[in-house]
Structure formats: C-alpha cells, structure tokens
C-alpha cells in the first residue's frame, strides 16, 4: 500500500511539472508573437538558449524586452540591445518597431539578443562566397 502512495505521489509530481513546463512554454510564445518576426531564431531571439528550459537566463535582448513589459514598440527598435551596432529593429526586420516588417522582408535580420550576429556579418558571408565563385 506505501509503494502504491508513493508511485501515485510520483506520478502526481511528474504531472505538476509537466502542466508547469507546458505553462512556462505557452507563456514565452505569448511573449514571442508580440514580436514583429522570429521564425529563424524562435527562443533564442531572448533566451542564451534556443531551446530553454523552464528558468533559462534571459540574454541581453532578452532582459530588455522583459523590461519593457514583453512589449514590442519604437522604443524597444531604436535600441541595440547586445551592443553589436545594429539597432533592434533593424535586426528584426522591423526599423520603426511599429510591429509591421519592413517592406521586403520575411523574416529576423538576424540575432537581437546575440552580439556575434548581424545583417553586415551575412552580408560578409555572401560577398566571401560570390568572391570565392569569381576566382574559380
Ligand atoms: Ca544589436
Ligand atoms: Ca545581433
């Protein structure tokens, strides 16, 4: 009969921290569509990881835009959250922050929240590649 409490006390834990996950997963794509793109990047636009789990560290963009109460505005765009040079809104592909992607874009620049991603380190990429085709 103890066992029995206890697997029924196991099981009950196991549920609680499941429907708490899945809260915590609902939560950060409620705080994800209030963002004007992040289909390339998802989680990891605010998390160090792009993947996180329940309590995962917030990064620079992050902490920002939790401090701007999970809102995206003007504001927010104008700042350049990991320092990198490129202004948020630039790098999520909405430059006014009015929520609407900038005409011809689809989708993030790149990384708000990762200092070593930026629209000019694409840029560098592609010319390297089309420089590497003309030589051949
Ligand atoms: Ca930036
Ligand atoms: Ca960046």
Avoid at 63 to 75: H, I, P, R, V
Avoid at 87 to 114: A, I, K
Wanted: charged share 25%.
């Amino acid at each position: 009969m103890r066992l029995k409490l206890k697997g029924e006390g196991t099981i009950a834990l196991i549920l609680c921290v499941c429907a708490f996950m899945a809260g915590a997963i609902r939560s950060g794509e409620e705080h994800m569509r209030k963002l004007p793109a992040f289909t390339k990047y998802e989680c990891a636009i605010c998390h160090e990881s792009s993947n996180p789990q329940s309590g995962s560290k917030l990064n620079l963009f992050g902490l920002k835009f939790k401090a701007n109460g999970s809102e995206w505005n003007s504001a927010l765009a104008l700042e350049d959250s990991d320092g990198d040079g490129v202004y948020n809104g630039r790098e999520l592909g909405d430059e006014d922050g009015d929520g609407v992607l900038d005409p011809g874009v689809s989708r993030e620049r790149s990384n708000p929240g990762d200092p070593n991603d930026t629209p000019s380190s694409i840029t560098e990429r592609t010319w390297s590649a089309i420089k590497q085709l003309l030589k051949d």
